[in-house]
């Protein structure tokens, strides 16, 4: 996405619209854009420096990490914001930072039931409990005792 300096007006300028999700180029394939990216910013230029803030939106399709089945998560980026060096005649592409945004906005640990609207699963695989036993140590007194035996023998 690409903003052009000049045609923003001196109070600013708002900026709503969509686009494709491949510009993301999440290369996970966890990871896969639904619907397209969109966006709700405004943009203001001041002293050579352009200022873009608002919000990001985007249907992600992610991998449940317990029971590994895909679901619908909409990540929202509500305080997106950019400050960046630019001149007056410049071109300033924002896909970088739309792109960090929302990597940074992903979830570490996506799960199904992230917004308890249904109980995940778990995993597939059944898991067996099992008690771990304490490490037998060995008695260091019985040592002692038995040295003590043979030193009187």
């Known amino acids: 996405m690409k903003i052009q300096v000049n045609q923003i007006p001196a109070k600013g300028a708002a900026f709503e619209g969509k686009e494709q999700g491949d510009i993301l180029q999440l290369n996970d ?3 896969r854009p639904v619907d397209t990216l969109s966006y709700s910013l405004f943009a ?10 608002g919000t990001l939106s985007i249907d992600l399709e992610l991998d449940c ?3 590994l089945q895909p679901f619908i998560y909409p990540l929202v980026v509500r305080d997106f914001s950019v400050e960046t060096p630019a001149g007056p005649h410049d071109t300033v592409d924002l896909t970088d930072y739309l792109r ?20 995940c699963p778990g995993p597939k695989i059944p898991r067996q409990v099992t008690e771990e036993k304490e490490p037998s140590q060995p008695d260091a007194w019985a040592v002692l005792d038995e ?3 043979r030193k009187k023998n």
């Open 44 to 53: 203001q230029f001041d002293n050579d420096t352009l200022l873009v803030s």
């Open 100 to 119: 960090e945004d929302i990597v940074l906005a992903l979830p570490a640990h996506p799960r199904c039931d992230w917004d308890g609207s249904r109980v």
């Open 147 to 149: 040295l003590n035996l």
């Open 65 to 67: 990490v317990s029971c």
């Open 29 to 31: 394939p966890a990871i």
